[in-house]
């Protein structure tokens, strides 16, 4: 496996009313320099999936310098038909991204108009069939599958969350990036590094919760490292580290 680096990015909520356009250039400028090889933005790219709003997320995203992108859409992007607008301007909801033997497969679990989660199984095929094979496995959705502290009160988790957590440990998922509630985490289960990222640069935060990303770098030799990265400085802090 050659060193692979990837930036994982969530909830960046462009919108005029929270959107942080000091934080926006931070995070452009940060990222840039990191030369990931991957960028992965785990949904909420817009505040209510409105068409301007979805251009200028366009926009912004366009000027993250990367050759792979996977984006997915979240809650708030399926908003008032905002689903529709994501496949025109992201051409789909089911990306596959390979990096030598780094498989990165991304799932719609948002539904129009509704703040849960669902995967669905008509897209269980579709997860067996691109994580299958015996590379380093990364699934990508925008709802958490396990609850995040420090959120209030649970809701929103995936409804179908238990059979595909089924599935990913079938499967052997190694990694699992998801956002939605702007509050960094990470949990390990069946083996699965389960990464949450919080919100990079919109100002729905959780109390005093900083705005972050998450950088990931997998060495030869099957080294997982994961970083959280300050938006507002961009201090790396390593957060989990493992051999796999
Ligand atoms: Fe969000
Ligand atoms: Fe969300």
Not at 40 to 55: A, H, I, K, M, Q
Not at 118 to 141: Q, T
Not at 202 to 219: D, G, V
Request: aromatic share 8%; glycine share 6%.
């Amino acid at each position: 496996m050659a060193r692979v680096k990837i930036v994982h990015l969530s909830d960046i909520h462009v919108s005029r009313q929270y959107f942080s356009d000091e934080l926006g250039e931070k995070v452009i400028r940060q990222v840039n320099q990191m030369e990931p090889s991957c960028v992965v933005l785990s949904g909420d790219l817009t505040d209510d999936g409105y068409y301007p709003e979805y251009v200028e997320a366009k926009s912004y995203i366009d000027r993250i310098e990367a050759e792979n992108k996977v984006i997915v859409p979240g809650n708030h992007d399926s908003r008032n038909a905002g689903d529709k607008l994501f496949d025109e301007l992201f051409s789909t909801r089911y990306p596959v991204c390979t990096l030598d033997d780094v498989k990165i497969v991304g799932v719609d679990s948002s539904e129009p108009d509704l703040d849960d989660g669902h995967i669905g199984r008509i897209a269980y095929p579709f997860i067996k069939e691109n994580l299958s094979g015996e590379d380093f496995k990364i699934l990508v959705l925008h709802h958490h599958l396990i609850p995040v502290p420090d959120t209030g009160r649970e809701r929103n988790i995936p409804v179908d969350a238990g059979d595909v957590l089924k599935l990913i440990s079938e499967l052997r998922v190694d990694l699992v990036l998801c956002g939605h509630k702007h509050v960094p985490w990470l949990w390990v289960l069946n083996g699965i590094v389960f990464l949450y990222a919080g919100t990079a640069t919109t100002l729905r935060i959780k109390a005093h919760i900083e705005q972050s990303y998450n950088y990931i770098e997998l060495e030869p030799g099957r080294e997982l490292t994961i970083y959280r990265v300050s938006s507002a400085t961009g201090q790396k802090k390593l957060v989990y580290k493992i051999q796999l």
